[in-house]
């Protein structure tokens, strides 16, 4: 035990420098611990993350074609501009292949656009090119052994055109999917009964494609529209399974039991065997809801035991097609907190400029906003808000995401208690939200919890979520049975349908899909509240997302940290969307 400990400050101190470069370093988070030096012949995948020509162009370009004020509105970009602002200098490339080429180093990959690069190296080449001493650490919580090494240096030539190494001083531990928690289907709990004439009775205690439709006004009419599509991604070894599929639409959707989903695997993903819980909740909800808008499930696996490839692969995948799948909907997430280091943060933003190249294309990224309430996701329950703070979750506090959390009950619908939401403590709040979070900055000061929630939150954040939708006992089959499952899971699949199936209307009269809808939600919420406009969401004022020994934030009238903007209703989400 001891003579680990000493490892810690023997590394920083062995590191040696070249002139002129700087030290990168970090000290060890709590709950990992190193084991030994890492072997020299041990291979490794190493990303390097270069500087984009020009990223705040990008980042323009994808307000402009997403605001509806904008003339520009729905005009996506091409692969080939995308690329023009995405790229590397050309003096940024020529500086890094030319340091590689020093140490006899060729990338075996890199993304469409150039902007990340892609080495395999042994341990002892990947200590040399960078300064660093890869160590075995142990994640104490899961007993999991990640190699990385605490401290790195970039010769002075390359170091302004290399925003981040990836994996180097990164530690987070294995990343948890979202939900979805599965409960007795026997025993329905006992609730309000409180639906109204619109929506069966049994949606009070089970919901099905048949329920959402009624509450939300989705329709069933089959799409029909060529070239749209929804991409469903699932990572590790989920397995959506087309028999359960085939049960689920007999049962739920008999008027399109036949429909189904094309499947793809990245990085040796799962697409045979026996369902699993996320995976056919996940494909169940968007085959079942988006009536035959074509449903691409995506298995990506492990990479290198690590999910931030699987992450980057995804996308990179979806970027060098030409044309992306208009909607893609992700259940899976990790804590944001985890990557708030200087040096760790510039992955996830980098991950988070990704999803905005997908928006300048003409995609609708959507992820759940997690399970764990104000308290994220961590692996542990035990170490969450460790430091008092609260745990947003990532990627929904990505500004370019749209961040689905969760309702349940009828009349009213209130929030769902698990139903993640918060403020990002590295993403500033976008301008775009900034009426309807500060409006909500003043409830919550005036919240008779007030006193539990300060000093918990950054304010300043990105705050998430951003719509919501049922999330609780869900109708779904898994390996040949029916059960019931909860989740914000549930609810990004189910909304990822409706923009599919508005996509599937605005593409039939020669519309651009949606793209990045937030500022599109945002200024529709805006209007409605200065000329009195027509309101798109139903509004979710009841409930709050405990977590952290706190009463969590409240759901109030307008925006809120545990229902965003409020649930959709799709007839009034088409007028908006067909209006620009
Ligand atoms: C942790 O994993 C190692 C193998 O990687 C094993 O030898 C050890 O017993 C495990 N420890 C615990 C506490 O499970
Ligand atoms: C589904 O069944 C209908 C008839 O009920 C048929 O017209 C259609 O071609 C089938 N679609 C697929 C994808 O098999
Ligand atoms: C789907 O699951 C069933 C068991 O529920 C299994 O028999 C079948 O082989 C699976 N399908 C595929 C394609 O793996
Ligand atoms: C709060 O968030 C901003 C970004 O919006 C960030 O710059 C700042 O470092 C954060 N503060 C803390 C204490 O995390
Ligand atoms: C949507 O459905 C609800 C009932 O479920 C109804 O009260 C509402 O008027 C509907 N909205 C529109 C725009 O038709």
């Known amino acids: 035990m001891l003579l680990r400990c000493s490892l810690v400050p023997a590394l920083l101190f062995f590191a040696s420098v070249s002139k002129g470069a700087t030290l990168r370093s970090r000290t060890l988070p709590h709950d990992f611990e190193p084991v030994q030096a890492a072997p020299a012949d041990m291979m490794l995948t190493l990303v390097i993350?270069?500087?984009?020509?020009?990223?705040?162009?990008?980042?323009?370009?994808?307000?402009?074609?997403?605001?509806?004020?904008?003339?520009?509105?729905?005009?996506?970009?091409?692969?080939?501009?995308?690329?023009?602002?995405?790229?590397?200098?050309?003096?940024?490339?020529?500086?890094?292949?030319?340091?590689?080429?020093?140490?006899?180093?060729?990338?075996?990959?890199?993304?469409?656009?150039?902007e990340s690069w892609r080495i395999q190296v042994?341990?002892?080449?990947?200590?040399?090119?960078?300064?660093?001493?890869?160590?075995?650490?142990?994640?104490?919580?899961?007993?999991?052994?990640?190699?990385?090494?605490?401290?790195?240096?970039?010769?002075?030539?390359?170091?302004d055109y290399v925003r981040f190494i990836y994996?180097?001083?990164?530690?987070?531990?294995?990343?948890?999917?979202?939900?979805?928690?599965?409960?007795?289907?026997?025993?329905?709990?006992?609730?309000?009964?409180e639906a109204t004439s619109d929506v069966p009775p049994s949606c009070a205690h089970k919901i099905t494609p048949s329920c959402l439709q009624a509450l939300y006004n989705i329709t069933a009419s089959p799409a029909t529209a060529a070239g749209n599509e929804i991409a469903v991604s699932a990572f590790g070894s989920e397995v959506a399974n087309k028999t359960d599929l085939r049960l689920f639409l007999r049962e739920e959707r008999p008027d399109i039991w036949n429909a189904t989903f094309g499947e793809e695997a990245i990085d040796a993903?799962?697409?045979?065997?026996?369902?699993?819980?996320?995976?056919?909740?996940?494909?169940?909800?968007?085959v079942g809801i988006a009536s035959r808008v074509p449903t691409r499930f995506v298995s990506v696996g492990w990479q290198n035991d690590d999910e931030i490839f699987g992450f980057m692969d995804i996308i990179d995948h979806f970027l060098q097609e030409d044309r992306p799948p208009p909607v893609l909907t992700t259940s899976y997430g990790f804590d944001e907190t985890e990557w708030e280091g200087q040096h760790d943060a510039e992955v996830v933003r980098f991950l988070c400029d990704a999803y905005a190249?997908?928006?300048?294309?003409?995609?609708?990224?959507?992820?759940?906003?997690?399970?764990?309430?104000?308290?994220?996701?961590?692996?542990?329950?035990?170490?969450?808000?460790?430091?008092?703070?609260?745990?947003?979750?990532?990627?929904?506090?990505?500004?370019?995401?749209?961040?689905?959390?969760?309702?349940?009950?009828?009349?009213?619908e209130r929030a769902a208690p698990y139903s993640s939401g918060g403020f990002s403590n590295i993403f500033p709040r976008?301008?775009?939200?900034?009426?309807?979070?500060?409006?909500?900055?003043?409830?919550?000061?005036?919240?008779?919890?007030?006193?539990?929630?300060?000093?918990?939150?950054?304010?300043?954040?990105?705050?998430?979520?951003?719509?919501?939708?049922?999330?609780?006992?869900?109708?779904?089959?898994?390996?040949?049975?029916?059960r019931l499952a909860r989740g914000t899971s549930a609810a990004a699949p189910v909304f990822a349908s409706m923009i599919g199936l508005l996509n599937d209307e605005r593409l039939k009269e020669g519309k651009s899909t949606l793209g990045w809808v937030n500022p599109l939600f945002y200024?529709?919420?805006?209007?409605?509240?200065?000329?009195?406009?027509?309101?798109?969401?139903?509004?979710?004022?009841?409930?709050?997302?405990?977590?952290?020994?706190?009463?969590?934030?409240?759901?109030?009238?307008?925006?809120?940290?545990?229902?965003?903007?409020?649930?959709p209703d799709y007839e009034r989400l088409r007028n908006l969307a067909m209006g620009y």
Not at 61 to 70: D, I, N, R
Not at 181 to 188: K, Q, R
Not at 269 to 286: C, I, P
Not at 366 to 393: E, T
Request: net charge neutral; proline share 7%; with cysteine.
């Open 167 to 193: 994996p180097t001083t990164q530690f987070h531990s294995p990343m948890r999917r979202r939900g979805p928690i599965f409960e007795v289907a026997a025993s329905p709990k006992a609730r309000r009964t």
């Open 430 to 482: 976008p301008a775009w939200q900034d009426s309807a979070v500060r409006a909500y900055l003043g409830a919550v000061k005036a919240d008779p919890a007030y006193g539990e929630l300060d000093g918990r939150f950054n304010a300043s954040g990105r705050a998430f979520p951003d719509v919501a939708v049922q999330g609780t006992d869900y109708a779904v089959y898994v390996a040949g049975k029916a």
């Open 523 to 567: 200024y529709a919420a805006e209007e409605e509240g200065r000329h009195g406009g027509l309101r798109v969401f139903n509004d979710v004022s009841d409930g709050r997302n405990p977590g952290c020994g706190t009463r969590g934030f409240p759901a109030v009238k307008g925006w809120d940290a545990v229902t965003g903007l409020g649930t």
């Open 122 to 159: 042994p341990v002892v080449a990947a200590n040399a090119l960078l300064n660093a001493e890869y160590t075995e650490f142990v994640h104490k919580p899961s007993n999991s052994t990640t190699v990385r090494t605490l401290s790195y240096a970039l010769p002075e030539d390359v170091e």
């Open 269 to 286: 993903g799962k697409l045979v065997g026996v369902g699993t819980s996320e995976a056919n909740l996940d494909t169940q909800y968007t």
């Open 357 to 412: 190249q997908l928006g300048t294309r003409g995609t609708t990224v959507i992820f759940s906003s997690g399970d764990g309430g104000v308290a994220g996701g961590s692996f542990n329950p035990d170490q969450r808000c460790d430091s008092g703070s609260f745990v947003p979750g990532f990627p929904s506090t990505c500004p370019f995401v749209t961040s689905v959390g969760a309702t349940e009950g009828i009349n009213p």
């Open 49 to 114: 993350g270069l500087q984009s020509t020009d990223r705040e162009g990008l980042l323009a370009v994808l307000g402009e074609v997403s605001h509806p004020a904008s003339p520009k509105y729905g005009q996506h970009l091409s692969k080939a501009a995308v690329a023009r602002f995405v790229a590397p200098t050309s003096q940024g490339q020529a500086a890094v292949a030319s340091w590689l080429a020093s140490h006899n180093i060729t990338p075996v990959a890199t993304s469409p656009s150039g």
